[in-house]
């Protein structure tokens, strides 16, 4: 009966195991995973619409849009959320950065664009660079907390089916008491009996 209580509680202890360490990475990942996708690609819709509003600057001038630094900066600051760290910037097709805006901002990065056309051709594209340790702070976060609640899953499933094997053993362990005294009983009252 021992052997069987220590089995028990070695597979309890296995199963509890595996379920707090999923939790403990699992929902850091997935958080990380999903604010990650969802920062891409409201970027790449920014960048998007930051082209197309340059662009129609482009499509005006087409020769002198790369001196309407004010105008351009102007419309790389719409959509801007001042509490994000960010840079953004418009580049022509051989590199030069034409407007920008923004400060420089702490590795790692994540980076999304957008090509501004004329006429069918890029003559240019706008850079959105974000740092991604703000989302690496909130993941931490997540994960300290994802990681609490694993210990206390562990706690909880070692714990409960331990008393309920520990109450069954107990339980099995005072029937065969109650047996072994029960026999001895019956035994003694055999003796005792006239022949």
Do not use: C
């Not at 409201?42 to 482009?58: H, N, P, R, Y």
């Not at 953004?88 to 400060?103: P, S």
């Amino acid at each position: 009966m021992k052997s069987s209580h220590d089995s028990v509680t070695r597979i309890t202890s296995a199963i509890a195991v595996v379920i707090a360490v999923f939790i403990s990475i699992v929902i850091p990942a997935f958080y990380f995973a999903v604010s990650y996708q969802y920062t891409g690609g409201s970027m790449d819709a920014q960048a998007e619409l930051t082209a197309k509003a340059v662009g129609g600057i482009v499509m005006a001038n087409s020769q002198t849009w790369r001196f309407e630094e004010i105008r351009l900066e102007e419309l790389l600051a719409r959509r801007h959320a001042p509490d994000m760290p960010e840079k953004r910037l418009i580049r022509d097709m051989q590199g030069k950065i034409v407007a920008q805006i923004g400060e420089s901002i702490s590795a790692p990065l994540i980076t999304r664009g957008y090509n501004i056309y004329d006429s069918g051709s890029p003559v240019a594209r706008v850079d959105l660079s974000r740092s991604l340790m703000p989302l690496i702070i909130r993941t931490g976060i997540v994960g300290s907390f994802s990681f609490l609640f694993g210990i206390m899953i562990f706690v909880v499933l070692r714990t409960i089916p331990l008393r309920a094997v520990r109450k069954a053993y107990l339980a099995a362990e005072g029937s065969e008491q109650a047996l072994r005294e029960n026999k001895e009983f019956l035994e003694a009252l055999i003796e005792a009996a006239p022949t």
